[in-house]
Nanobody
Framework: QVQLVESGGGLVQPGGSLNLSCTAS????????MGWFRQAPGKEREFVAA????????YYADSVKGRFTFSRDGAKRTVYLQMNSLKPEDTAVYYC?????????????????WGQGTQVTVSS
């Protein structure tokens, strides 16, 4: 079994920054990958960022491209989401998800493991 725990959410003003982290514990392997998703109030969950299958590059939802940066520390089994230039429409619960091979980035997002989520609120 694998557990994912996110942290780093909070309240920030428009234009501000936050850095989310997600750490995996339990039985993971080198093939285990994680990505970021979010769900705003009254909306469907959406993909945010992850590594490509080759793991050589990151890719992002168009809505966050150029503002968010995905990174990982394999030794710590942790992924990060640096969020800059935050907008009110970025307000959501942010989740990390994991599975073997590659993150499923299309609905219904068939990833085997999900964190509990961390709230990000962008408001003045």
């Amino acid at each position: 079994q694998v557990q994912l725990v996110e942290s780093g959410g909070g309240l920030v003003q428009p234009g501000g920054s936050l850095n989310l982290s997600c750490t995996a514990s339990g039985r993971t392997s080198s093939e285990f990958v994680m990505g970021w998703f979010r769900q705003a109030p009254g909306k469907e969950r959406e993909f945010v960022a992850a590594l490509t299958r080759s793991r050589s590059t990151t890719y992002y939802a168009d809505s966050v491209k150029g503002r968010f940066t995905f990174s990982r520390d394999g030794a710590k089994r942790t992924v990060y989401l640096q969020m800059n230039s935050l907008k009110p429409e970025d307000t959501a619960v942010y989740y990390c998800a994991g599975r073997l091979g590659v993150v499923d980035d299309t609905p219904p997002f068939r990833n085997d493991y999900w964190g509990q989520g961390t709230q990000v609120t962008v408001s003045s």
